[in-house]
């Protein structure tokens, strides 16, 4: 054994929880994040970037009672030799983008233009116990709208217009039958409190389980029924129960929305049984709101938005409309793509009210999702149009030349580095190069390009040469 | 004071070394990025993101004398709660992307198309105490080839090629003056060798100083050769600080080069001297190498490559050529694009020699120099080209059909959430939004198209438009 076959070698292995992809599905993941872009942006959404860090206490200042649940999946920064008297405050990385964007726009508040419609596509840290098919470091892709006050009830039509159109036109995902469900969180809020459930505790078990009832079947949400009633006389339990039930079952159309609703009141009398003028207020309200963003959205194709009962969102914040995205064939997967309106995004940092809007892509779920179904053609190794052979080095001028000149025209050209022609072209080959172009091996030849798909070989000119 | 006001505030602040922008600089930004990322690919270069972490064991297997140094700029990640028997590997924030890729191409290995050609623009991270322009958070832009057993000296060549390209075309860019300074570590190492300095000590002191001619001036470098030969009698005292200190202030252009260092040679009798066959072996192929690397260049502008004997970078595992680049205006400023060739990337992880050979832009110090100078015009805080009045209420469903036309042709369109027309048109100004469209307020009226720089204002068809 050689001295050098004995050192020591550390095996290198992924991280449990932190992907990486090789180049030929890293191209696909860019072409993705391209196309994500530009349907953002299309839209007139202007992107912003955050640090990856928060001050701990920044991260921490997330309303609601989400508190909890969030430390355990923070990661703190530490500094490996932290020096005497190091008095930094405490860093954290992102679990989210929606708290950096409620920090960001407290912070910048005087620079930005309201409505302020943003995307942001960056990672978050999530430092949960690895487990199968959960990433501690993932990409969203968010777009909000946020304003001073009021925001227009438009913009939350315009969410899931976006949505769709970016999620349906993704490479690789045209067959998929994916369906955005809508709904109005003071719908399902304001008819619990109509029928007289109005204990805090009680109307967040009811959620947690509608929430939840795609998983886990109704019979869950039936039994957390059972045992409010239990415990609240008042109510009238069997009634109660089958018309929370029957609500949550709504699924609707745009054109069959109003309708059922209008059928699903009159017919439970639930003008009368309300117990609470504010309540079956709040409840019309998430009514009216609801059917306007499905009327805005009639113009999508049939079964591209509906009106779903049962879409909550466990986050507190939310307070109006709400959405999630599913596969179809796969609604177990769970939602790819959600998000809300909230009335107010940063209370913590400003005396304005600045209610907003807004949606998020899943987009490391969802691509790794497509990745293990083979989604993907992953032929092309390199972003070469282009593979210059180099036919020997006294031409090597010319190949680069070459190579400049197809550059400049906004080819993306490799040049080779030499050795054998068998190689130069094994290369291309193996890159998945779709193009080797021949300069001339002699003076007084042609330059000629071959199509390495087709085997068609013809001569061309650098100057003028089209695919 | 009412209760709301009373409401205790958490006032937003940055986070010192973690730079955010405003929409209308990250604009700014995303167009570099994407500029230096087109013109990577179109040299061939594929994209590879890795991981924000590493565990702890694979950023210290960085070898040479770095590990102390770069302890303390390490972060690494805690859980904020972790639960009993937590035996995950300690996972820290890449400091680099030299280590993560090494660590790539190992684990990739087969699956990897080798002469590797991969581009990488990620964060990273250094946990310095925070000084002024000093980042802990910034973007680094590396390119890199690494072969198996040898790699062709033209790549050595392409780097620089690529770098001029790339910095020399960014936008606000034009009017620098910047120079790419080439070396080969060789040289000097050979050459100190020559002259009887053999001690590694030495040889770092000399090489740290060399370094720092720039920012420290000569004398520093001058006295530590005193010192060196004060400790080694064997040395001719004043004429081996005579001749380091011609040697490294060589400044050549690829005309000159060779003339220079020939006539260096020849006139300080260096052969003669030599006290090493393998010294002066080292020395003449780094000047050869050196040599062929600058010929390779003369294509490029007078002055935009220079030989500059003096640069030889602080860090050990460069074998070969190295490379830095400066404002000519501002040397002092340091270098805002480094790299240079190893001859082994991997071999902590592999028993295979991966010699390689890279060039990094120190993205965010460059961007933040050129934003502090005011070299950016940001009046565009938007990146729509078009903004969509809405004429009133019932002509929403118009809008957002036009809207959707121009989208579809390729621009990027906002649609108006309403109001007076007046506050319409303040807020596309605001945005600095180029195009106001204007749907027609009546049946039988033109589309119109105001251009808000020059006021005009036209008729114009949604469907056939143009800039």
Same mark, same amino acid.
């Given at each position: 054994?050689?001295?050098?076959?004995?050192?020591?070698?550390?095996?290198?292995?992924?991280?449990?929880?932190?992907?990486?992809?090789?180049?030929?599905?890293?191209?696909?993941?860019?072409?993705?994040?391209?196309?994500?872009?530009?349907?953002?942006?299309?839209?007139?959404?202007?992107?912003?970037?955050?640090?990856?860090?928060?001050?701990?206490?920044?991260?921490?200042?997330?309303?609601?009672?989400?508190?909890?649940?969030?430390?355990?999946?923070?990661?703190?920064?530490?500094?490996?030799?932290?020096?005497?008297?190091?008095?930094?405050?405490?860093?954290?990385?992102?679990?989210?983008?929606?708290?950096?964007?409620?920090?960001?726009?407290?912070?910048?508040?005087?620079?930005?233009?309201?409505?302020?419609?943003?995307?942001?596509?960056?990672?978050?840290?999530?430092?949960?116990?690895?487990?199968?098919?959960?990433?501690?470091?993932?990409?969203?892709?968010?777009?909000?709208?946020? =304003?001073?006050?009021?925001?227009?009830?438009?913009?939350?039509?315009?969410?899931?217009?976006?949505?769709?159109?970016?999620?349906?036109?993704?490479?690789?995902?045209?067959?998929?039958?994916?369906?955005?469900?809508?709904?109005?969180?003071?719908?399902?809020?304001?008819?619990?409190?109509?029928?007289?459930?109005?204990?805090?505790?009680?109307?967040?078990?009811?959620?947690?389980?509608?929430?939840?009832?795609?998983?886990?079947?109704?019979?869950?949400?039936?039994?957390?029924?059972?045992?409010?009633?239990?415990?609240?006389?008042?109510?009238?339990?069997?009634?109660?129960?089958?018309?929370?039930?029957?609500?949550?079952? !709504?699924?609707?159309?745009?054109?069959?929305?109003?309708?059922?609703?209008?059928?699903?009141?009159?017919? =439970?009398?639930?003008?009368?049984?309300?117990?609470?003028?504010?309540?079956?207020?709040?409840?019309?309200?998430?009514?009216?709101?609801?059917?306007?963003?499905?009327?805005?959205?009639?113009?999508?194709?049939?079964?591209?938005?509906?009106?779903?009962?049962?879409?909550?969102?466990?986050?507190?914040?939310?307070?109006?409309?709400?959405?999630?995205?599913?596969?179809?064939?796969?609604?177990?997967?769970?939602?790819?793509?959600?998000?809300?309106?909230?009335?107010?995004?940063?209370?913590?940092?400003?005396?304005?009210?600045?209610?907003?809007?807004? !949606?998020?892509?899943?987009?490391?779920?969802?691509?790794?999702?497509?990745?293990?179904?083979?989604?993907?053609?992953?032929?092309?190794?390199?972003?070469?149009?282009?593979?210059?052979?180099?036919?020997?080095?006294?031409?090597?001028?010319?190949?680069?030349?070459?190579?400049?000149?197809?550059?400049?025209?906004?080819?993306?050209?490799?040049?080779?580095?030499?050795?054998?022609?068998?190689?130069?072209?094994?290369?291309?080959?193996?890159?998945?190069?779709?193009?080797?172009?021949?300069?001339?091996?002699?003076?007084?030849?042609?330059?000629? !390009?071959?199509?390495?798909?087709?085997?068609?070989?013809?001569?061309?000119?650098?100057?003028?040469?089209?695919?």
């Amino acid at each position: 054994m050689s001295a050098k076959e004995k050192k020591s070698i550390y095996k290198p292995k992924p991280v449990s929880g932190f992907p990486e992809w090789t180049p030929e599905v890293r191209m696909i993941e860019q072409q993705w994040l391209d196309h994500i872009r530009r349907t953002f942006e299309s839209y007139g959404f202007c992107s912003i970037e955050t640090p990856s860090v928060e001050e701990l206490d920044v991260i921490r200042a997330k309303g609601g009672d989400g508190g909890a649940d969030v430390d355990k999946e923070v990661y703190v920064l530490e500094r490996l030799h932290k020096e005497e008297g190091d008095k930094d405050a405490r860093l954290a990385l992102h679990f989210d983008q929606t708290v950096p964007l409620a920090r960001y726009t407290a912070q910048h508040f005087d620079k930005l233009v309201f409505p302020f419609k943003r995307y942001q596509m960056q990672r978050v840290w999530r430092g949960e116990r690895p487990q199968a098919g959960r990433f501690r470091e993932f990409t969203q892709c968010d777009i909000d709208v946020i =304003n001073v006050d009021t925001l227009p009830l438009h913009f939350d039509a315009e969410m899931p217009a976006i949505i769709w159109e970016t999620l349906s036109s993704l490479p690789g995902m045209e067959k998929e039958n994916i369906q955005i469900r809508v709904s109005n969180r003071k719908i399902l809020m304001g008819f619990l409190k109509t029928l007289g459930i109005t204990d805090s505790k009680d109307i967040l078990s009811i959620t947690r389980n509608v929430d939840k009832i795609e998983k886990q079947g109704q019979e869950e949400l039936r039994c957390t029924l059972v045992s409010i009633i239990k415990h609240t006389p008042a109510l009238a339990p069997l009634s109660t129960i089958d018309l929370i039930m029957e609500l949550v079952k !709504i699924k609707a159309t745009s054109s069959e929305f109003s309708g059922l609703l209008h059928d699903f009141i009159v017919r =439970n009398d639930v003008i009368a049984r309300s117990i609470s003028d504010e309540a079956i207020q709040n409840f019309k309200e998430g009514i009216e709101e609801l059917a306007f963003v499905m009327d805005q959205l009639s113009h999508l194709p049939e079964g591209a938005v509906v009106a779903d009962l049962s879409i909550v969102r466990g986050l507190d914040y939310y307070t109006g409309t709400v959405y999630e995205t599913v596969f179809l064939d796969d609604p177990g997967y769970g939602s790819i793509c959600s998000g809300g309106r909230y009335d107010d995004l940063a209370s913590s940092y400003i005396h304005k009210a600045l209610p907003g809007v807004g !949606i998020s892509i899943g987009f490391s779920r969802l691509f790794a999702r497509m990745l293990d179904n083979s989604a993907f053609e992953t032929k092309r190794k390199s972003p070469a149009d282009i593979f210059v052979v180099l036919p020997n080095e006294e031409r090597r001028a010319l190949a680069n030349e070459t190579a400049q000149t197809l550059r400049k025209r906004g080819f993306n050209v490799e040049t080779s580095h030499g050795g054998k022609l068998k190689r130069q072209l094994a290369y291309a080959e193996k890159k998945g190069i779709p193009y080797v172009w021949f300069p001339p091996f002699e003076d007084g030849l042609d330059h000629e !390009i071959k199509n390495m798909d087709t085997g068609e070989q013809i001569h061309a000119d650098p100057a003028t040469w089209t695919i």
